[in-house]
T-cell receptor, first 112, second 114 residues
Framework: GQNIDQPTEMTATEGAIVQINCTYQ??????LFWYQQHAGEAPTFLSY????GLEEKGRFSSFLSRSKGYSYLLLKELQMKDSASYLC?????????????FGDGTTLTVKP | NAGVTQTPKFRILKIGQSMTLQCTQD?????MYWYRQDPGMGLKLIYY???????DKGEVPNGYNVSRSTTEDFPLRLELAAPSQTSVYFC?????????????FGPGTRLTVL
């Protein structure tokens, strides 16, 4: 099985940088996803890491350390629209179904 | 492409009633999933399918049933609704491939059982 931990809530200021951490203990690992979910809406894909290191995509970056069971999502130049829940999801190893186990999400509030 | 569509958007059921949540995707994805999301929580996998005619249980399948007769459609059936099934239900789909096969989600169905 999978156990995924994320902070429940974070607050940051517009224009700042925030780092959202995710730690996981899993029986297998085949990639880690980050999704963004605005209140009352569906999750949307942000990033994917399967190898150690940093993946950068515009204002968002995601880092993975497989040996430490650790990932973070880095959001730069925060905007008010970044206020949302951020879900970390780990994909099962050796699955032919692309299944992922989701953490409970981190609710980020961006203040002016 | 419409992506993943779900109906209805909202529903109120009485205890013991049954209903079917509809899910359709037009991206020709092999994999489809049903999740429930309780307030302040993450997504819990109910059932999934790797292709037409093939379904399997996820983490929380009790009280639900699914079928996959076509690539496009993956309905979720609730039999004998209970208050514990009050939740938001998301359907998702993804490509069958190695690498980052991210999931695409429908808009959700908000179900209340009274």
């Amino acid at each position: 099985g999978q156990n995924i931990d994320q902070p429940t809530e974070m607050t940051a200021t517009e224009g700042a940088i925030v780092q959202i951490n995710c730690t996981y203990q899993t029986s297998g690992f085949n990639g880690l996803f980050w999704y963004q979910q605005h209140a009352g809406e569906a999750p949307t894909f942000l990033s994917y890491n399967v190898l150690d290191g940093l993946e950068e995509k515009g204002r968002f970056s995601s880092f993975l350390s497989r040996s430490k069971g650790y990932s973070y999502l880095l959001l730069k130049e925060l905007q008010m629209k970044d206020s949302a829940s951020y879900l970390c999801a780990v994909r099962d190893e050796n699955t032919n179904a692309g299944k992922s186990t989701f953490g409970d999400g981190t609710t980020l509030t961006v203040k002016p | 492409n419409a992506g993943v569509t779900q109906t209805p958007k909202f529903r109120i059921l009485k205890i013991g009633q049954s209903m079917t949540l509809q899910c359709t995707q037009d991206m020709n994805h092999n994999y489809m999933y049903w999740y429930r999301q309780d307030p302040g929580m993450g997504l819990k996998l109910i059932y999934y399918s790797v292709g037409a005619g093939i379904t399997d249980k996820g983490e929380v399948p009790n009280g639900y049933n699914v079928s996959r007769s076509t690539t496009e459609d993956f309905p979720l059936r609730l039999e004998l609704a209970a208050p514990s099934q009050t939740s938001v239900y998301f359907c998702a789909s993804s490509l069958k491939r190695t690498g980052g096969n991210e999931q695409f989600f429908g808009p959700g169905t908000r179900l209340t059982v009274l």
